[in-house]
């Protein structure tokens, strides 16, 4: 009776962190390039009651007994799809249609950043950033300046940054970098819609927009969030009910166990 208890615990913790994982799902429902999350559940080692055996002496072969004791997490996976792009017709802000992250430079820690979130900005100095100032690279990993005293200014697919000087000359002053990653779900998320690379994404492939795989750059558009309200509202309550089940199971177990003390009465 105890083991249906502990079960029941086990499904109860496993259906709140799937309702942490979708409520922070439905927060992040406007953030630009946030990837949403998905719980899965695995059951846990099972209690073996009786071996199996095999088939002799003219008896057939038996199964194992075996009960479960309950299920845990089994991953939280960061599921890596296209958001659809929303137009802005803010010359900057980049949208990648396709595969690939921006590239940032990283003060803090060793090695760059990335993201999929293009509402960039220039700072006083006419650097390209993004909204916590962190630097966009450009494909050489060098920072990307546009010359305050030019007239105009465009990127292309490919991520070129054209402007046009007092003198009316266009001219190519730097290419956005992308990076691409063997697995991008094994990004790590560290906030600010940044991701930083894990043990398990793979070093990072600095590439050029539009080749080898890798996505082209939309500008004046922005990627929305992957989150789908209908689905999330779906799962959230399918784990509502799963979490009231499993409080039910530990409810009964407690019925029975008093209806076992009460026959000493």
């Given at each position: 009776?105890?083991?249906?208890?502990?079960?029941?615990i086990?499904?109860?913790?496993?259906?709140?962190?799937k309702?942490d994982v979708?409520?922070?799902?439905?927060?992040?429902?406007?953030?630009?390039?946030?990837?949403?999350?998905?719980?899965?559940?695995?059951?846990m080692?099972?209690?073996?009651?009786?071996?199996?055996a095999?088939?002799?002496?003219?008896?057939g072969?038996?199964?194992?007994?075996?009960?479960?004791?309950?299920?845990?997490?089994?991953?939280?996976?960061?599921?890596?799809?296209?958001?659809?792009?929303q137009?802005?017709?803010r010359?900057l802000?980049?949208?990648?249609?396709?595969s690939?992250y921006?590239r940032?430079?990283?003060?803090?820690?060793?090695?760059?950043?990335y993201?999929?979130?293009?509402?960039?900005?220039?700072?006083?100095?006419?650097?390209m950033?993004?909204?916590?100032g962190?630097?966009?690279?450009?494909?050489?990993?060098g920072?990307?300046?546009?010359?305050?005293?030019?007239?105009?200014?465009?990127i292309?697919d490919?991520?070129?940054?054209?402007?046009?000087?007092?003198?009316?000359?266009?001219?190519?002053?730097?290419?956005?970098?992308?990076?691409?990653?063997?697995n991008?779900?094994?990004?790590?998320?560290?906030?600010?819609?940044?991701?930083?690379?894990?043990?398990n994404?793979?070093?990072?492939?600095?590439?050029?927009?539009?080749?080898?795989?890798?996505?082209?750059?939309?500008?004046?558009?922005?990627?929305?969030?992957?989150?789908?309200?209908?689905?999330?509202?779906?799962?959230m309550?399918?784990?509502?009910?799963?979490?009231?089940?499993n409080t039910?199971?530990?409810?009964?177990?407690?019925?029975?166990?008093?209806?076992?003390?009460?026959?000493?009465?």
């Amino acid at each position: 009776m105890l083991r249906s208890m502990y079960s029941g615990i086990a499904g109860m913790k496993n259906f709140q962190q799937k309702l942490d994982v979708i409520s922070n799902n439905i927060a992040n429902v406007n953030t630009q390039g946030f990837k949403k999350g998905r719980p899965t559940f695995q059951d846990m080692m099972s209690q073996q009651t009786g071996s199996a055996a095999a088939a002799e002496g003219g008896r057939g072969g038996v199964n194992a007994k075996q009960v479960g004791i309950g299920s845990e997490m089994g991953s939280i996976d960061t599921v890596d799809t296209q958001g659809s792009l929303q137009n802005t017709g803010r010359e900057l802000d980049l949208a990648i249609s396709g595969s690939g992250y921006f590239r940032l430079q990283n003060p803090t820690e060793e090695g760059e950043s990335y993201t999929r979130a293009g509402n960039f900005y220039l700072d006083d100095n006419g650097d390209m950033v993004n909204a916590e100032g962190l630097y966009v690279l450009n494909t050489d990993g060098g920072t990307i300046n546009i010359d305050q005293e030019a007239r105009s200014f465009s990127i292309d697919d490919v991520g070129n940054v054209n402007i046009v000087d007092e003198n009316n000359v266009t001219e190519t002053v730097a290419q956005i970098g992308m990076a691409t990653f063997a697995n991008p779900g094994g990004l790590e998320k560290s906030g600010g819609n940044v991701y930083r690379p894990s043990l398990n994404s793979g070093d990072a492939n600095n590439i050029v927009p539009g080749e080898n795989g890798a996505g082209e750059i939309v500008a004046g558009a922005l990627e929305m969030s992957n989150v789908d309200l209908s689905e999330e509202f779906t799962e959230m309550i399918t784990a509502q009910r799963g979490f009231q089940a499993n409080t039910r199971g530990i409810t009964t177990a407690d019925e029975v166990l008093q209806e076992l003390l009460n026959i000493k009465r």
